[in-house]
């Protein structure tokens, strides 16, 4: 009897790596359970429980390169002080008025520079404000700031928790920076880097170039060099809105039209003496070094590994297994980078592949229109609970805006790459650079239109645990009413039944009680009412914090059912809450906000909290004998060393105190 992966013998590889390295993160004394795992391999092993041994092992082998390659915490001696930073720039990106670096090769000093710990696998990412310059990849940098950890923040439930994507790309603390705290000594030389570096820029110039119009030659760049910094957010919001976000990120498609093109143009090269293997060797090279200029994301990653692998089974002349080939790309991602495990865009890469192999393999003698029709069904089968559990957003008229992608993007692509090599090439490509434009055009308006509907998208989907098990259970369903006729009936029934709990699930209104938390930031002082499915921010920001409020906090505002944090005016009243100018009203308490220098008008009635935040320099424990406050509140955005005077002052006046910057789920429920 064969062994059940023997048509997939990369699959327990890649299973025991991706276990192994998530052992390595979460588990204390991970070596010393790789040590028991390789001993336990070892016994299957001369117990011929191949397979098995087989996981074992690389379930040992993921935990050791997990221990030496995942990226380690900000050391404790550093968290929260003002230290001087130098690393190279390994990334550069911009995002809300600001430039974001990512750090690596790292070594931090406490004492202005006398002393230097290296921390070269502790990935900053530095948030440079007011640039003049902007720095690019390979410079060295050197900036002063406090640097702090990237946890998830534990202020309100449901915070924007970005700690996952920060940790895929290495990066475990961050540090904001203005112009002058900030400056360029020097930069490291890669040969093969700045090669990289100077196709990239290339590959832009002749898209620019190429003679596409401004909105098109955006769309291009970003499906074809992985630039997305000229396509415009609303462009953004009508790919995702209308469930084709994915167009937009070079993936499996995108490499497969490449591939299309390269196999016409080498074909020339199967006629000549062992051409048959230098046609092979080239798509798969040029595959290779697209990618790399693209930016060797992990859905890129993934395809050109799958590329790869086809063309080494067509040279060996074994026929190509695409499970097993993308399984060995999954083996190449987390030896190349462990932390990829992590990625949305490696897990959803995966899935949706998965999703659509299986769904493919079952129709390949159907129609080009039937596998058409399913191909995006099964893509977001594969992906949906995924999608939901990270963007909180399901497409609704996902199946027409994917089968007009699928018909329409490749033409585009492949009539685009067309204009670019005759654009590279110094030759004019007449009207086709027009026509590309036109049909974008087209393309565009109608994703747009479908965008637009009000039913375009369901929002606001939080799954829980248990939505997550009865969709997998819903999953494992399908494939068994697909795969086995004597369990088809019962397989039915259970798909059934998932729908219709899922459905019900999602659909009933959530009722939440009246909330309020203190929000931790250190620019400003914000409270954050939820009631009656309505979010307020009550800050001493105004409208210039409203945007970074709003997505810092989209999915607490999201999980209780507001679209919007909405700003919080002067007067206010709902149900359970309401404002009278520095006075808030929650469940009958009072709270008297203080985050000025000037004195807050005191009520006549008292105040049940004092809450001190922001620019505040007075004697609080003076104003809360005055308004006979029970507690005072100090806000993360109190001034550190005002903090230490009133922590000091409420001691001696044995006045009961709350620090909000340390607190979890800060104030009142």
């Known amino acids: 009897m064969r062994a059940p992966w023997s048509k997939v013998p990369a699959l327990p590889i890649a299973t025991g790596l991706a276990i192994g390295i998530a052992c390595a993160r979460y588990l204390p004394s991970a070596l010393w359970v790789a040590a028991t795992i390789l001993i336990l391999s070892i016994y299957l092993w001369i117990r011929r429980s191949t397979w098995a041994s087989v996981l074992m092992f690389f379930v040992s082998l993921g935990i050791a390169v997990g221990v030496i390659r995942l990226p380690q915490p900000l050391p404790a001696q550093f968290a929260g002080r003002d230290v001087t930073l130098s690393g190279r720039v390994a990334d550069a990106t911009e995002a809300n008025g600001a430039m974001r670096y990512l750090l690596t090769d790292c070594a931090v000093s406490a004492d202005d520079g006398k002393t230097w710990t290296a921390m070269p696998r502790t990935g900053v990412t530095l948030n440079a404000f007011t640039v003049e310059s902007p720095f690019c990849k390979g410079d060295i940098l050197l900036s002063s700031g406090r640097i702090k950890p990237i946890e998830a923040e534990t202020d309100v439930p449901r915070h924007t928790d970005r700690t996952a994507d920060a940790y895929s790309r290495g990066a475990t603390a961050t540090m904001n920076v203005r112009g002058p705290e900030i400056q360029r000594i020097g930069s490291t030389s890669n ?32 499906t074809v060099a992985g630039d997305k910094v000229l396509l415009s957010a609303e462009s953004r919001d009508s790919f995702r809105a209308a469930g084709t976000a994915h167009v937009l990120a070079i993936s499996g498609m995108h490499l497969g039209i490449l591939t299309v093109l390269v196999t016409f143009l080498l074909m020339p090269c199967r006629i000549l003496p062992g051409g048959r293997t230098l046609y092979y060797l080239l798509i798969a090279a040029i595959v290779a070094a697209y990618a790399a200029v693209a930016g060797l994301t992990p859905s890129v990653a993934r395809a050109a590994v799958m590329v790869g692998v086809f063309c080494l089974a067509r040279l060996i002349q074994r026929p190509p297994s695409p499970v097993n080939s993308l399984c060995v790309s999954v083996v190449l991602w987390l030896f190349i980078n462990p932390a990829w495990l992590w990625s949305a865009g490696m897990q959803l890469s995966v899935a949706a592949v998965l999703a659509l192999l299986w769904a493919m393999s079952r129709l390949r003698s159907a129609s080009m229109l039937l596998q058409l ?24 008229l996902f199946l027409p805006v994917n089968i007009l992608a699928g018909i329409m993007v490749p033409i585009i692509m492949t009539w685009a790459g067309i204009c670019i090599i005759l654009s590279t090439l110094g030759l004019g490509a007449g009207f086709l650079p027009v026509a590309v434009s036109t049909l974008y055009g087209w393309y565009a308006s109608a994703t747009e239109w479908f965008a637009s509907l009000p ?25 068994v009413a697909v795969e086995s006729r004597r369990h088809r009936r019962v397989a039915l029934t259970v798909c059934v039944a998932a729908i219709a709990v899922l459905t019900t699930s999602f659909s009933l209104p959530t009722y939440y009680k009246p909330e309020l938390y203190a929000a931790r930031s250190r620019q400003h002082t914000t409270l954050l009412v939820s009631d009656s499915g309505r979010v307020l921010a009550v800050t001493d920001g105004g409208t210039d914090a409203m945007d970074g409020i709003r997505t810092e906090y989209a999915d607490f505002a999201g999980s209780r059912g507001a679209s919007l944090i909405e700003l919080a005016p002067d007067t206010f009243s709902l149900p359970t809450v309401a404002r009278r100018g520095n006075t808030l009203i929650f469940n009958g308490k009072r709270i008297l906000m203080a985050t000025e220098r000037s004195l807050p008008a005191i009520p006549a009635s008292g105040a049940d909290y004092l809450l001190v935040g922001s620019h505040f320099t007075a004697d609080a424990a003076a104003i809360a004998r005055a308004a006979r406050c029970d507690t005072v509140l100090l806000a993360a955005s109190l001034n550190p060393r005002v903090r230490q005077r009133t922590i000091k002052g409420l001691k001696e006046a044995k006045i009961p105190f709350l620090d909000l910057e340390s607190a979890n789920f800060s104030l009142l429920r």
């Open 373 to 396: 029709v399913v191909a995006p069904i099964a893509a977001l089968c594969g992906t949906s609970m995924l999608t939901v559990f990270y963007f909180h957003t399901l497409p609704t």
């Open 455 to 479: 039913f375009a998208q369901v929002r606001n989907i939080y799954p829980t645990l248990p939505d997550a098990a009865v969709y997998l259970l819903f999953l494992a369903a399908v494939v």
């Open 191 to 222: 040969s093969i880097a700045d090669a990289i570096d100077v196709a990239s820029q290339s590959l832009r110039s002749a898209i620019v170039n190429a003679g596409f119009n401004s909105a098109t030659s955006a769309f291009i760049l970003a």
